[in-house]
């Protein structure tokens, strides 16, 4: 789900709130009222940070993780009431629009983290983290509650896991961006690191839980599960070639072997020069923490990074 601009989240949300077809309206939940404050704080969070007012853009964040908390805590009050459809809807709708914010911070703050400067770039750093984290917590809860609920009620909720498990490309593609600055300050270069770690293995993650689902829901609804399905195992190869691509442009060419203590660097430009340095900004896993899961394909060149 890629947003360069905000202007279209409005839409976004009526549309999120909307109840699934053939559905009687019920009254918004307290956790999408406070997914709709979180995500109207995400908006002002961006436009601060893209005119350059920092510590503005850090205190709007704080708004921000503080409705998409109270968002989470009222999903997971809502869902003892899923013995019934209805109930059960009701949490599926509530977790699509948190999963759903969540998501768009997520993309939307690895495009600006790059912006900023000082405290604020590392709260934007470790909110990318927790943004990732909170998706994945609400998408996990509701897969794992899909063989509990009413037969009738799965479908939709098949359709919720599926949606919110494939949108991890966007936010890899922005963290590998951000990361291949060489000026990136090295606090923060580990805190993204870090999140693209948790990035990548969430795309695993989604092929797991697909598969999952396949098996729990009616046969009209596995086309599309298997849809979603083939789409992130897709991502996956271009999520790893971004990663390749990274690892490049930090290296200056083929990464030296482990143990070796040098690699190329960036030549004529000043780039990163020696394994030891890369592994003091990005930690002593480096390069084995970019890349945290087992590829089902070969990385030429790349080897040893990717396991």
Do not use: W
């Not at 697909?210 to 729990?216: A, D, E, F, T």
């Amino acid at each position: 789900m890629k947003f360069t601009t905000r202007l279209a989240t409005g839409a976004l949300m009526a549309s999120l709130l909307a109840v699934p077809a053939g559905a009687e309206a019920k009254p918004v939940s307290k956790a999408r009222t406070e997914a709709v404050k979180a995500d109207k704080s995400l908006d002002r969070v961006v436009s601060l940070a893209k005119r350059n007012r920092d510590s503005a853009a850090a205190g709007e964040l704080r708004n921000y993780r503080r409705h998409l908390r109270s968002a989470e805590a009222q999903v997971r009050r809502q869902r003892a009431s899923t013995g019934s459809v209805a109930g059960a809807e009701s949490y599926g709708r509530s977790v699509r629009v948190v999963g759903a914010v969540s998501d768009q911070c997520a993309d939307s703050l690895s495009q600006v983290v790059g912006d900023v400067g000082g405290g604020p770039q590392v709260a934007l750093a470790n909110a990318i983290k927790a943004c990732i984290a909170a998706r994945e917590r609400v998408v996990e809860a509701l897969t794992q509650l899909l063989d509990q609920v009413p037969a009738e009620a799965r479908p939709y909720l098949a359709k919720v896991i599926a949606m919110l498990s494939t949108d991890g490309q966007n936010e890899v593609a922005a963290i590998t961006e951000t990361l291949a600055n060489p000026a990136l300050p090295s606090d923060v270069a580990g805190i993204l690191t870090q999140a693209l770690e948790m990035a990548t293995a969430a795309i695993d993650d989604a092929m797991a839980r697909l598969q999952q689902v396949l098996v729990l829901v009616p046969a009209d609804v596995r086309p599309m599960v298997q849809g979603a399905l083939t789409l992130v195992t897709q991502q996956l190869r271009s999520v790893m070639t971004m990663v390749k691509d990274l690892l490049t442009g930090l290296f200056g060419g083929v990464p030296t072997k482990p143990g070796t203590g040098t690699s190329g660097g960036l030549p004529g430009s000043g780039g990163l020069p020696g394994l030891n340095v890369l592994q003091g900004i990005f930690g002593q896993g480096f390069p084995f923490n970019l890349v945290p899961i087992d590829l089902p394909f070969n990385v030429s060149g790349f080897g040893f990074a990717t396991r």
